[in-house]
């Protein structure tokens, strides 16, 4: 093993000591994406698949479990919204299923659900867009955080990845695994990331043009096409909705979100709708804007959440291909490093 790669291994132990896997590389949960397909296809080629719950109900995830399991035998995880009205049923089966790794995203996980996590026997892994959060996170007993940047696609934080890397590696990559995401589409940047303390990292954008992933040939192709710059974070129009900002490809989908906005503003004004219901409405709306895109093939009006990473997307090959690039471009990396 040349030495590139026996550092990179080095760097890579912790993290893929904590995911079970050959390298410390978890992919994003993406909904209509992350399904069983890409999950298996990212855990045989030796990173951390993980199923993106998403809108599931409890029944769709107990399927999509155990077609993943059919589909491999190395390990993955499963990532949960926390704002699910049926959350604690959804970390029910992943228990009967013996998921060693939940992911639990949108916020703090909600009272009880920490603790039924771990009654499973299953490692909490939690995002962390802050390091005041990160340090509640930790206190609250999570196993691992992903600090996940702006340069992210799908629902983001204020602060780019690289701040967040040197506001939080150095404070807490001793306590627990710390994986960085956001933005990262080349080995080049995974190899940064760990000799500043990652555990490890996360990428999702790099994935979706995968062989092995079902999105449609047209969204394949809206990506392949992108620049950086094409992918860019939604306007919030009225500060009473708190709405996440997405970053998304810029197309006619980008408009109906923002009229989609005001329509929802303008019922809470005529008291035809309670605040929790009008943000369940933005996240449907959400939910099925992307379904259109990613299944139905609509590039134009539906969703096509992308991070910047998706300029350095340039062709649909598999899964295992691009495993293989990240980790030549990291050791190679490393290597000319000394």
């Known amino acids: 093993m040349d030495k590139g790669r026996a550092r990179l291994q080095a760097l890579m132990a912790r993290g893929a000591a904590f995911l079970g896997t050959d390298y410390a590389i978890m992919a994003g949960a993406m909904s209509w994406v992350s399904e069983r397909h890409l999950v298996a296809a990212v855990s045989n080629a030796g990173g951390f698949g993980v199923i993106a719950c998403g809108a599931m109900t409890p029944a769709l995830l107990d399927a999509e479990i155990a077609g993943t ?54 490692r909490l892994v939690c995002f962390a867009p802050a390091l005041a959060l990160a340090r509640k996170l930790v206190r609250s007993g999570v196993d691992a955080l992903v600090i996940e940047g702006m340069e992210a696609g799908g629902h983001i934080g204020p602060v780019s990845t690289s701040v967040l890397a040197q506001e939080i590696l150095p404070e807490l990559a001793q306590t627990l695994p710390v994986f960085v995401a956001g933005g990262i589409g080349r080995g080049e940047a995974i190899a940064a990331y760990l000799e500043m303390g990652a555990a490890g990292v996360q990428l999702g954008t790099r994935f979706v043009c995968a062989t092995e992933s079902i999105a449609h040939a047209n969204f394949k192709k809206a990506f392949i096409r992108a620049s950086a710059r094409d992918a860019v974070a939604s306007v919030q129009i009225d500060p009473r909705l708190p709405v996440i900002p997405v970053r998304a490809l810029k ?15 303008q019922a809470l004004d005529e008291g035809g709708l309670a605040m929790a219901e009008a943000q369940l409405q933005i996240e449907h709306y959400w939910a099925g804007a992307l379904r259109r895109a990613v299944i139905d093939g609509d590039v134009e009006h539906g969703s096509l959440m992308a991070g910047q990473s998706v300029g350095m997307v340039t062709r649909e090959e598999p899964l295992a291909e691009i495993m293989a690039t990240l980790i030549a471009e990291a050791a190679a990396a490393l290597a000319a490093r000394g």
Request: charged letters at 20%; proline letters at 6%.
């Open 69 to 122: 399991r059919a589909l491999t035998d190395r390990p993955f995880g499963v990532n949960l919204i926390t704002m699910h009205p049926d959350l604690m049923e959804l970390i029910d089966i992943c228990g009967r299923h013996g998921v060693g790794h939940v992911v639990l995203a949108g916020g703090l996980p909600p009272s009880g659900s920490i603790d039924r996590i771990k009654a499973t026997g299953a």
């Open 251 to 265: 197309n006619a989908g980008s408009e109906l979100f923002t009229a989609k906005q005001r329509e929802v503003a």
